[in-house]
Each structure stands twice: as structure tokens, then as C-alpha cells.
Nanobody
């Protein structure tokens, strides 16, 4: 019912920047919130940042001041600008949306396929 397609990611040197984008499509009535999680080897999946429909943001402490999340409600897209990247930011990044499909009475969580971000030292 709801599909999330991610783009961006790749390999960058420490101190560099990358931008992740995610577009939601399908039978969507409403989305709230949208965000990004990451999963590094040997670690639990963690929230990186999310943003609700009125623009309120939430960041993991480890990325505050370096990452910026933004959202286009009309296009159902969410972007993550990542600056001053560190090797410890290396992970698979997943787009997440909590969405209410048309015809449904409840919100469900939807996930993208994941995109690899690798930061070399």
C-alpha cells in the first residue's frame, strides 16, 4: 500500500557530506512522522532523525548539529543532509514513515530497502 524509495548514500571521507532522499508513494492518506534510522554491524537499529507534518524535528544526540532533516509534505518526501561525517556514522540507513493508507483505520510503519553509507577515516 505504501512504498518508500531511497536514494543517495555511498562512500565519503571523514568530514565530508552526503544527502539521503526518500519518496513515499502509494495509497497514502496521511504520513506522520517520517524519518531515518540506521543499523551498523554489531549494533541495534537506532533512530537518526525524524520530522512530523508540522516540521517538528527530533535528532539522535550523536548527530545533532551535523545532520539536518527536512520534509516536503506535498511530495511525501524526506531528506537527510549529513555534514561533518565520521567513521562511526557508517551504517545502512533506512527511511521510515508512519502512514495511514486510504481505506485504513490505523497507522502502520513502513520501511525503505536501506542505503549504505560508508565513511572512511
Amino acid at each position: 500500500q505504501v512504498q518508500l524509495v531511497e536514494s543517495g548514500g555511498g562512500l565519503v571521507q571523514a568530514g565530508g557530506s552526503l544527502r539521503l532522499s526518500c519518496a513515499a508513494s502509494g495509497s497514502i492518506f496521511r504520513i506522520n512522522p517520517m524519518g531515518w534510522y540506521r543499523h551498523a554491524p554489531g549494533k541495534e537499529r537506532e533512530l537518526v532523525a525524524n520530522i512530523n507534518s508540522v516540521g517538528t524535528t527530533n535528532y539522535a544526540g550523536s548527530v545533532k548539529g551535523r545532520f539536518t532533516i527536512s520534509r516536503d509534505n506535498a511530495k511525501n518526501t524526506v531528506d537527510l543532509q549529513m555534514n561533518s561525517l565520521k567513521p562511526e556514522d557508517t551504517a545502512v540507513y533506512y527511511c521510515n514513515a508512519v502512514a495511514l493508507p486510504y481505506g485504513s483505520s490505523r497507522y502502520d510503519a513502513y520501511w525503505g530497502q536501506g542505503t549504505q553509507v560508508t565513511v572512511s577515516s
